[in-house]
């Protein structure tokens, strides 16, 4: 069964940084992807950020150049650096998993991912 945990969600001003973790368990996998999705009040779920075995990452334009997803393979951890937050970055964060390691246009898709964690709230106040 696996298991993703998300952390470090808060409130934060507008132009300030968070770095978010996901502790994932139970992947027997060695093949996989991991991504951040998003989801605000009254708005879909959308992607932000995706990894996969071989360090490829994949950004939504909304945060090129000021969020970074890594991973640290030995503590099996994701995580997500946010920087210069804006107001609109307002939501919870979820980290998803998949056992296949492609990373194609189509990874923001949510049909696409297989696990699911249960969020961490982003607050940003301008």
């Known amino acids: 069964q696996v298991q993703l945990v998300e952390s470090g969600g808060g409130s934060v001003q507008a132009g300030g940084s968070l770095r978010l973790s996901c502790a994932a368990s139970?992947?027997?996998?060695?093949?996989?992807?991991m991504g951040w999705f998003r989801q605000a009040p009254g708005k879909e779920r959308e992607g932000v950020a995706a990894?996969?075995?071989?360090?490829?990452?994949a950004y939504a334009d909304f945060v090129k150049g000021r969020f970074t997803i890594s991973q640290d393979n030995a503590k099996n951890t994701l995580y997500l650096q946010m920087n210069s937050l804006k107001s609109e970055d307002t939501a919870m964060y979820y980290c998803?998993?998949?056992?296949?390691?492609?990373?194609?246009?189509?990874?923001?898709?949510?049909?696409?991912?297989?696990?699911w964690g249960q969020g961490t709230q982003v607050t940003v106040s301008s």
């Open positions: 998803a998993a998949d056992r296949q390691s492609v990373l194609t246009n189509s990874w923001p898709s949510i049909a696409n991912w297989n696990y």
């Open positions: 139970g992947y027997t996998s060695s093949t996989y992807r």
């Open positions: 990894i996969n075995t071989f360090g490829v990452t």
